[in-house]
């Protein structure tokens, strides 16, 4: 059999070229091995057919004769690929492959252009779409549409080959095999020529909309005689699914020792990636969705005693594990986060340094021997991968425990857990994960109702462990003010004392230019920190003259003077701090309290009016704002008679590096 060869041109108006392609995989933050595991396995978990209860995958390793491959790839009369590509592998006449085939699942199915009417085209999205320069921008959006799909190209000589089985939605049953290469035609081992853009598709050549392009080959005994190259079997007449396949591999893609046994290696490796970041998936029965079986180099993989421990507390099945509820604070949110599930292990337990497996620290299992003697925290959502072993840094718990003693502890995110927008909270948190897949965040542009589940989730385990493990009890803003918890954050904000006074020259003839309120017409009280997310809250207290009007200004107080906010977002920095709520305390006149509504100021375009029943208007609150960034709070009493306010302002810190000064000045009466 031979490969058609569909060379792209190089066109500053076409969007990827391979240079770009092979920036996409410049994740300096995760092993590639790591990403290789975690995208296979995701991708394939993703697939699993409706009818099938599990996913089967399987990793093989081997030779093949070079000749034979790069026979299949030279151009007839064309490019002589195949020949150039030989001596960029140094005329090596064996080499190795990877291939990564998985069972029980849809396979590549839809077909090799866009076409908006189909509902699932996952050939065109895994093989094609990175050519997109539409969805495939350099800075990535993850999944299938980032840096996870281009991670194949990663090894060998970023040749990657797809092999897939499948039922279209029509019920006809395709075969179908592609191959994609990518190279900077920059670099001096540029095999593609100079009018190329360093793509080139493998497949067979056709047309689409008057254009050339590459699409699969379908014959299905071309696609056989290209498997026994390697010696791989095709898919039978009752399977589907997907094999990838990536020749000229080397110890040095995987980080291997080599002058020891490549195969050997590589499955020990492998082996543990599957269980370090798939242990809740592997042979788990009890999982809630569809579990996986996984063989290396035709051995299956079973999990060793410490990861089936992490499995069994995953499944709330670990025999003296304690578990914590995550309950949402809104009544509007349908259903519980999630679940905490943790332990302290002893080594015994977990069989570290105990015959017959003798297994090292779970930190060395876990690649996590910077956290030597911290606890095991992590979190997953839905499709049963761990995003990382760090979470204990977002959490910073430190029990006192025994020698050989680990505090091992999962957060299951529960599927049902709805916001009144019928969003799940599992769509919410893939929605906010990095590129990588590897953490969660609460983002001000991605929506839970409002909420911020994360935060809460985070704040909750805090607040269990730190008082079974530590002994502290956690004080809020209703049950008083908690000291520790105020010097932790640094006094964020400073009440204002000595007002329009400050060393530096510039500030002071700015303020000069300012009317500043007395102490006896403005005060302002830290109070203490908010309930469910532990923010700084200030109670601010200001006298009005009839129809007077005020402004809360925000300053950032540094070692060596302060700046407005202004001046800050000028010099290009960012704010460190955001408001999070306004609620409104009391209104009164002459001592005399009319209005108490105890309820949050609701903002219309940044500005809200309170009514009284009886005197119509009486308050205007205006957050001011450059650029979206809040700089300040501006009051205004519409009486024609003096008044008192009294307001709750709560404060989001975005850093703890700075203090912020909050100076009050009044516009006079009207």
């Known amino acids: 059999m031979k490969f058609q060869c569909n060379l792209k041109k190089l066109d500053p108006q076409y969007g990827q070229d391979g240079k770009k392609i092979l920036a996409l995989m410049q994740d300096k933050e995760t092993n590639s091995v790591d990403l290789l595991l975690r995208e296979i396995i995701q991708n394939s978990s993703d697939a699993i057919s409706y009818d099938k209860n599990f ?105 990657v080959f797809y092999y897939s089985r499948t039922k279209e939605i029509d019920g006809k049953i395709n075969s179908k095999l592609a191959g994609l290469y990518f190279e900077d035609i920059e670099s001096p081992s540029a095999i593609l020529g100079n009018n190329s853009n360093g793509i080139a598709l493998f497949g067979q050549n056709t047309k689409y909309e008057e254009s050339p392009v590459s699409e699969p080959i379908y014959n299905e005994k071309q696609i056989k005689e290209f498997l026994d190259i390697f010696g791989l079997p095709e898919y039978d007449s009752e399977h589907f699914g997907t094999m990838i396949l990536i020749p000229f591999i080397d110890f040095d893609d995987f980080h291997l020792d080599e002058n020891r046994d490549f195969d050997n290696q590589l499955k020990q490796k492998l082996s543990i990636l599957c269980q370090r970041w798939y242990f809740p998936l592997i042979d788990n029965e009890d999982f809630k969705g569809k579990y996986l079986k996984i063989w290396i180099n035709d051995s299956r993989l079973e999990l060793n005693g410490f990861f089936q421990k992490l499995q069994d507390l995953y499944n709330g099945k670990c025999e003296g594990e304690k578990t914590l509820d995550i309950l949402p604070k809104k009544a509007y949110i349908i259903g519980k986060y ?27 299992q876990l690649d996590i021997q910077d956290q030597e003697g911290e606890p095991i925290l ?66 001000a542009e991605i929506t839970f109702s409002g909420c911020k589940p994360f935060e809460s989730i985070k704040r909750e385990i805090k607040k269990h462990l730190k008082e079974e ?81 005020s402004r809360l200004l925000f300053e950032i107080k540094t070692e060596s003077k302060s700046y407005e906010i202004s001046e800050w977002l000028q010099d290009g920095f960012k704010s460190p701090f955001g408001i999070d709520s306004i ?75 700075y203090q912020i000064k909050l100076s009050n000045y009044f516009e006079g009466s009207k």
């Open 55 to 159: 996913g089967i995958i399987k990793f093989k390793s081997g030779t093949f004769n070079s000749q034979n491959l790069l026979d299949t790839l030279d151009q007839d009369g064309g490019l002589p690929f195949g020949k150039l590509l030989h001596q960029k592998i140094k005329n090596q006449n064996t080499s190795r492959f990877l291939s990564i085939t998985d069972t029980n699942t849809t396979g590549l199915c839809g077909t090799f252009h866009k076409d908006k009417n189909l509902k699932s085209n996952n050939l065109y999205s895994l093989v094609y779409d990175v050519l997109d320069d539409n969805k495939s921008k350099i800075n990535g959006t993850g999944g299938s549409h980032g840096i996870g799909k281009t991670v194949y190209y990663r090894f060998g000589k970023q040749l």
């Open 338 to 364: 999630g679940t905490f599930n943790y332990k302290v292990f002893s080594d015994k337990e977990l069989c570290i340094n105990q015959v017959p497996e003798n297994l090292p620290s779970p930190y060395i």
């Open 378 to 443: 992590f979190y997953t959502r839905k499709p049963g991968m761990v995003l990382n072993y760090q979470f204990n840094k977002e959490i910073g718990i430190q029990p006192e425990l025994e020698d050989g003693e680990y505090l091992i502890g999962v957060f299951v995110v529960n599927n049902d857990c709805y916001d009144n927008n019928n969003k799940t909270l599992d769509e919410y948190f893939k929605s906010s994960e990095k590129d990588s897949h590897k953490s969660w965040s609460d983002n």
């Open 469 to 549: 493990f530590e002994g502290d009890k956690f004080e809020d803003f209703e049950e008083g003010t908690n000291i520790r918890l105020q010097k932790e954050l640094g006094n964020l904000l400073v009440a204002p004392v000595g007002y329009g006074i400050d060393s530096d020259s510039s500030t002071n003839e700015r303020k000069k230019t300012r009317n500043h309120r007395s102490g006896d017409k403005f005060y302002c009280e830290f109070v203490g920190f908010t309930k469910v997310k532990s923010l700084p809250t200030y109670e601010i207290t200001e006298n009005f003259s009839p129809l007077e009007e």
């Open 583 to 657: 609620d409104l305390i009391e209104f009164g006149e002459n001592g005399e309290k009319l209005y108490h509504p105890n309820c949050q100021l609701q903002f219309s375009n940044s500005e809200a009016v309170i009514k009284d029943p009886a005197i119509g208007e009486v308050i205007k609150v205006s957050i001011i704002y450059i650029n979206q960034t809040p700089t300040g709070i501006e009051i205004k009493n519409l009486c024609s008679k003096g008044a008192t306010i009294t307001f709750r302002l709560c404060i989001e810190p975005l850093t703890q590096e």
